[in-house]
């Protein structure tokens, strides 16, 4: 099948787009950086340039393929509304691939994130009320608006909401891999909380599972259900190095004042469990981040010397 993949190049989407290719599929992606473009086309993708705002320069690509998968997101303050722009231009698009002949139903999967559920101190299933933390506040309204439109049948919708997403050195927990190589770990709030996390090739991997599933609809979550403190994880880093770094634990409140509300998602303590996501056969092959931190580093060393 062909995908239209949005954010291709960005750290979800880039996984997902190794995913898709080594499961034999055609990639149509959103791309808006020439460079990166160029790179991307060379292994078999075609591109289109464009802006994630501007759908007047991706839809007629978007609606010759048989799905449709978001991953991309704007990092600005319009970043809400560039997404809910996106979000009905994609809708649209697969609304009118499906009153063509197609073999399958067409699909759209949106990436939503974990931190939609807000506080969740009991294990929280696909089933639970959003109560999202200030940062995603804007999300529930989009999936809804991406549940709703595959109520009619016409199109299969997905939503997908990733934990804390690790690998490849990037994200929040490869952040704390790099401080405590400079020496001194900083962690939000008192460390206590349980972050919700998932490998980003496992991720990439529910993805694909969603997209070649025929009845694969509504809300997936995408977690590796290890219920882990971020004691826990900077504890396993730290034993991990021969000199041991110092850890601060920086008060929410002063956290705040420099991080803005990115600071509270971090302060999130949440259990999460993705019984849907296992029901398609979904297994995480890292089961948790404590227990794969020599992987962590190794990809930290790789990724070093990659850019030396």
């Not at 449709?68 to 997404?83: C, N, Q, T």
């Not at 809910?84 to 994130?113: C, I, N, Q, W």
């Not at 089961?287 to 060393?301: D, P, T």
Request: net charge neutral.
């Amino acid at each position: 099948m062909r995908i239209f993949l949005t954010g291709a190049t960005g750290y979800v989407g880039s996984a997902i787009l190794d995913a898709v290719l080594r499961a034999g599929h055609q990639v149509t992606a959103l791309i808006r950086d020439p460079e990166k473009a160029e790179r991307v086309a060379a292994r078999g993708v075609q591109t289109v340039l464009g802006e994630l705002a501007n759908p007047a320069g991706y839809l007629a690509h978007a609606e010759t393929c048989d799905g449709i998968i978001h991953a991309a997101f704007e990092p600005s303050k319009r970043g809400g509304d560039v997404d809910r722009m996106a979000v009905d231009a994609l809708l649209g698009a697969a609304r009118k691939r499906a009153t063509g002949p197609v073999e399958h139903r067409p699909f759209v999967v949106y990436t939503s994130s974990a931190w939609v559920i807000g506080k969740a101190i009991r294990p929280a299933t696909e089933k639970v009320l959003p109560k999202p933390t200030p940062l995603a506040a804007w999300r529930p309204a989009h999936e809804k608006l991406v549940l709703e439109a595959g109520a009619t049948g016409a199109v299969r919708t997905a939503v997908v909401r990733p934990g804390m997403v690790y690998g490849r050195s990037r994200g929040p927990i490869a952040e704390l891999v790099k401080e405590a190589k400079n020496g001194i770990i900083r962690v939000i709030g008192t460390g206590e909380q349980h972050w919700s996390c998932v490998y980003d090739k496992d991720l990439a991997d529910l993805y694909v599972r969603i997209a070649t599933s025929d009845d694969a609809a509504g809300i997936f979550h995408a977690n590796d259900e290890a219920d882990e403190s971020v004691l826990d994880i900077v504890t396993a880093i730290a034993d991990h190095l021969a000199l041991r770094p110092d850890v601060r634990l920086v008060p929410l409140e002063e956290a705040r004042t420099t991080m803005g509300l990115y600071a509270d998602a971090l302060a999130l303590d949440q259990r999460v469990r993705s019984p849907r996501a296992r029901a398609l056969g979904w297994v995480p092959s890292l089961r948790s981040v404590a227990g794969s931190i020599a992987r962590l580093f190794e990809e930290y060393r790789d990724t070093k010397n990659a850019a030396a």
